[in-house]
């Protein structure tokens, strides 16, 4: 079970008017779930969508804490891994709903690293035409960035999240301690997310990660507890402007557009999405320093950053520069099938700009392998 929480949890708002919500970030928020839920008069009746990997540490004690507040929930679990994200994992789990009684004032907590979290948004924003939402991130990548923000969705062959909706949660609960259990594989990966939003929106934040990244990823509570707040801070502040992505939300894509290609191309199996995108930035990087003005320093201290933290700076020859390009021209920014990358005129200041050529593309990309 949970520890109880450790004093008042850090609160960060996501201001969207009537669709404004908290995120709490904090020591043992688990145990205390069913106190935070009641503001939100929820109904007593709700799922938890979870996985194989996060259900058996946590699904039991976080339906024992509901339990004493009066809530009943059942728990759905999917396999682990990226392949759940999937228009045939999600019929899975609306064709079991209609046998759990829900209503339209049930909710869906969604229990889990990135991938439940976008699944189980999915199902939210669909089932009953909607379903109230609460997102409970275990994982360092869900804590800093997806639980927060509303994009919701699945992926298909072809790309990641071509299927999916703006849909915000009720409430974020990143509760610390879960970030105990996971492999360090996916505690780097998910630090990645961190460096990109130092690099894109706050150069005194990214220094800070300069100097402290081994605190962060040896779990010292302080510089955990920091990362998470300073992330969902930045995440916020440009959700709040653009929550849409008609324009700055954009940013929030930095890393992701070779990112998500190269996650399409390896078929979602064998590398995390923090890994593609660490490969992202330091080719974005090198064509920010192309196309966007940064600095040959700067650049070199986003790479630094990404190999001192154990992720990976170079493509390697898995990848072939055809199949990334036509990968990269099915990303969401992309207009009329001509490339949009997110880009750094210096650290903390990030554009988008379809500047970048298919030369300048197939320039970097052999000078990151």
Not at 149 to 157: A, D, I, Q, T
Not at 194 to 216: C, M, N, P, S, T
Request: aromatic share 6%.
């Amino acid at each position: 079970m949970q520890s109880k929480a450790k004093g008042a949890p850090r609160r960060v708002r996501v201001d969207l008017g009537e669709r404004s919500y908290d995120i709490l970030i904090g020591s043992g928020l688990l145990s205390q779930t069913a106190e935070y839920l009641r503001p939100l008069k929820l109904g007593k009746h709700g799922v938890i969508i979870t996985d194989t990997n996060v259900e058996p540490r946590y699904a039991g004690p976080l339906r024992e804490a509901l339990g004493k507040g009066g809530i009943t929930v059942e728990v759905l679990s999917v396999p682990a891994g990226e392949g759940s994200k999937s228009l045939r994992q999600a019929d899975r789990i609306f064709e079991k709903l209609p046998s759990l009684g829900l209503d339209r004032q049930s909710f869906v907590i969604a229990l889990g690293g990135g991938v439940v979290g976008d699944l189980a948004g999915f199902v939210a924003a669909s089932y009953l035409r909607g379903l109230a939402l609460v997102q409970m991130p275990t994982s360092l990548l869900a804590q800093v960035d997806s639980s927060v923000g509303g994009k919701v969705g699945v992926n298909l062959p072809q790309g990641k999240n071509l299927v999916g909706a703006f849909y915000q949660p009720r409430l974020v609960l990143a509760d610390t301690d879960t970030l105990a259990t996971l492999p360090a594989r996916e505690l780097r990966s998910g630090f990645a997310e961190v460096i990109k939003h130092g690099a894109i929106r706050d150069a005194g934040f990214f220094e800070w990660l300069e100097r402290e990244y081994k605190q962060v990823l040896a779990l010292h509570p302080d510089a955990v507890a920091r990362v998470v707040r300073r992330c969902c801070e930045i995440k916020a502040e440009v959700v709040s402007a653009d929550e849409r992505e008609s324009g700055l939300r954009a940013i929030l894509n930095f890393g992701h557009t070779l990112g998500h290609a190269m996650e399409s191309l390896s078929e979602y199996v064998g590398l995390l999405h923090g890994e593609g995108i660490s490969m992202g930035m330091c080719c974005g990087a090198r064509l920010s320093v192309k196309r966007a003005g940064l600095s040959e320093e700067e650049a070199g201290r986003v790479g630094d950053l990404i190999a001192a933290s154990g992720l990976p700076t170079r493509l390697g020859g898995s990848f072939k520069l055809e199949e990334l390009l036509a990968a990269a021209r099915l990303d969401k920014k992309a207009r009329n099938s001509k490339l949009r990358f997110v880009l750094l005129k210096r650290l903390g200041e990030a554009v988008v700009s379809d500047a970048v050529t298919d030369a300048d593309f197939v320039e970097v990309m052999d000078v990151c392998r």
